[in-house]
């Protein structure tokens, strides 16, 4: 079995599509913009004297001094003073925790604010330990509901983004805890049906795991990682393997739930549900399954071919079966950066997409000066790439000179 996805972590872009997965980080922000505020040295002298007043009157814990010191810490944050903003943080998780218990809800708005500020600092060791025990908290803290399950959802979502910055075998654990966090979220969602969005966000997440699980090689003991570096089989929390099993049984039945569902939130002939249904014949091709592909395509392509609405047919071939469409097919992720118009981008290539979804006769069309070394590179990475075949009238055929433009930012 090749690898299926070579990535380089350069060349990785988070998808700039809206979706409600993503909209998930929202739970990290504790700030109304990313833009930093000048803030003046008597308004922050200010908080300051309120909160040493409070210390004068009530002693190192004193009633009210959590809600200054959270004041004080965003402030800071927002300022650009992300180290004094942590300092400030984390002492006001301290007091909280002394005076309101060890998994306090008041605790959340400080971890929040602490992760944000590590976050900007680059101190990623530091943010994942205020969200291991963020997410704690919340599990003890909040009731069962919608806030507990988007707290797991924002929690996969650190992940992710995590693990797609430096896309390495050693990073794996984090995609172990993004599966752990989305099915925890979708086994306290079977008491709460009606929300309908948050399972679908979770099931779209969940699918989207078992492809980046499936990214590193089974076969061959080798990820399709740029760096490769010491592996231990033998620890449980770092072997893929059965991780690999796990996706090939789990994947189909998420997707299946996921189509029943969009089903019901959009209709049965809605994009978003044939969209849903041609994950799991992506799914297949995706794992070398390529007859299963091919006639899973073909019966799609039939579904379509039957629709009463002449218009609609059109629509769902051209977005689902016309369009270069890149492995996986999911919001959140792109293995390669987005094609671009030829005169925003330094590389176009033209090459074939085969009726298996493979890439053939990469040839360069035109290169940016400086820019050789770095186009080499991807083409290597382009020649493993999964796309979508396309399909005409049921069959799966191949595709010759897609000319793509891509912007390639040099390391």
Known sequence: MKMRVPIIASLIVLSTNATALAQAADVLDMTDSEQTIELSTAELDGYRDVIKSLEETGGAYALGLSEELLGFGLALQRSGRQTQAVEIFQRGTHITRINQGLYS?????????????????????????QQDYLIR????????????????????????????KDPVDTQFPRLVKMLDAYQSALNELKTFEDERQLVADSLWGLIQTYFLITSFDD???????????????????????EFYRDADRGAPQAIELLVHLLSELHGVTSFEAFHASIQLADWHLWRGERRTASELYRQIDQVIGELEDETQIQDLRERLFNRITLLPDISGIRLLPPAVPAEEGNVTLSFNVTDRGSVRNVKRIEVAEGFDGLAGKFIRYLRHAVFRPHVIEGTTVTREGVEQTYVLQVD
Not at 107 to 129: E, W
Not at 141 to 162: C, H, K, M, T, V
Not at 219 to 241: C, G, H, I, L, V
Request: aromatic share 14%.
């Open 105 to 129: 809800e008041q605790q959340i708005p400080f971890l929040k604010g602490s992760i944000n500020s590590l976050a900007v600092l680059q101190d990623i060791r530091a943010a994942d330990d």
């Open 219 to 241: 076969e061959k003991d080798a990820s399709p990682f740029e760096r490769r570096t010491n592996f231990d089989e033998n620890a449980p929390q770092e072997n893929f393997y």
């Open 137 to 164: 908290v919340q599990q003890r803290a909040l009731p069962a509901g919608p806030e507990r399950i988007s707290a797991w959802l924002a929690y996969a979502y650190w992940q992710r983004s995590q693990f797609l």
